[in-house]
C-alpha cells in the first residue's frame, strides 16, 4: 500500500499499541471530499462537516505489553533507514528504546508513506531509574534520544540499535542550575 499510517498510544498499565489509521484517515478524507465545497472547513464548530455511516472500529495491529511498570507518559518515534525507533518515559523513572526493523519484501521502502515494519523481531533496550522521578517528555532521531523528568534534569543518550541483538544507550547529564553534571556509560539497557 502507498498510504500507511501508524499511531502509537501509552497507557497506564504500561502497554504502548500500535495503531494501523490508513484505512479510517482514508475514508474520512474520501468523506470530506465528496461532501463538496470547500475542504478547508473547520470541523470543530457549528456548521461542521458530520460523518455518516457506521462508525469502524479500529484494533491495535501490535500490542507492546509491561513496557513500563505503570502509566507511560512520553512517546517519540523516528523512522530511520534501518527501521522504527520508538522511545517512552514512564512513571517506574524508566526509559525504554525500542526498535522495529524494515520487514524483508522484495520492493524497496524508498516512499516516506511506506511503513512496513517486522514488530515480532524488535529489539528493546530497558533503563531502569533513568531518572530519580517520573519521565515526562522524550524525543529521538534514532541516533539519540533525550529525555526529561520531574527531577528537572535533562539527559541525553546514544542509541544503537543491532538486530536482532539489542539496543545499547549511554547517558550524558545536564541538570538546572545548581544540580551536578554527570557523563557517562554507566546505564545500559539490554535484550529486554
Known amino acids: 500500500d502507498e498510504f500507511a499510517l501508524r499511531a502509537f498510544t501509552g497507557s497506564s498499565d504500561g502497554t504502548i499499541c500500535t ?15 465528496s461532501a463538496g465545497g470547500d475542504n478547508d472547513r473547520n470541523l470543530g464548530g457549528g456548521g ?53 526493523p524494515h520487514c524483508p519484501t522484495g520492493r524497496e ?12 523481531k524488535s529489539a528493546d533496550a530497558h533503563v531502569p531509574n533513568a531518572h530519580v522521578s517520573s519521565l515526562k517528555s522524550v524525543w529521538t532521531d534514532g541516533r539519540v534520544a533525550v529525555s526529561t523528568g520531574i527531577d528537572q534534569r535533562v539527559n541525553f543518550w546514544k542509541v544503537s540499535s543491532t538486530f536482532p541483538v539489542g539496543v545499547k544507550a549511554s547517558q550524558h547529564s545536564r541538570g538546572a542550575p545548581g544540580f551536578a553534571e554527570e557523563d557517562g556509560e554507566g546505564k545500559e539497557g539490554g535484550g529486554g
Open 109 to 120: 521502502l524508498d516512499s516516506p508513506h511506506s511503513l512496513k515494519f517486522d514488530f515480532d
Open 48 to 100: 461542521g462537516v458530520s460523518c455518516n455511516g457506521p462508525a469502524k472500529q479500529v484494533t491495535p495491529v501490535a500490542r507492546h505489553e509491561r513496557v513500563h511498570q505503570s502509566g507511560v507518559n512520553a512517546l517519540a518515534m523516528r523512522r530511520t533507514e534501518k527501521g522504527l525507533c520508538l522511545v517512552s518515559g514512564g512513571d517506574d523513572q524508566a526509559l525504554h528504546i525500542k526498535w522495529i
Open 19 to 33: 495503531w494501523d489509521l490508513s484505512e479510517t484517515v482514508t475514508a474520512f478524507v474520501a468523506s470530506l471530499n
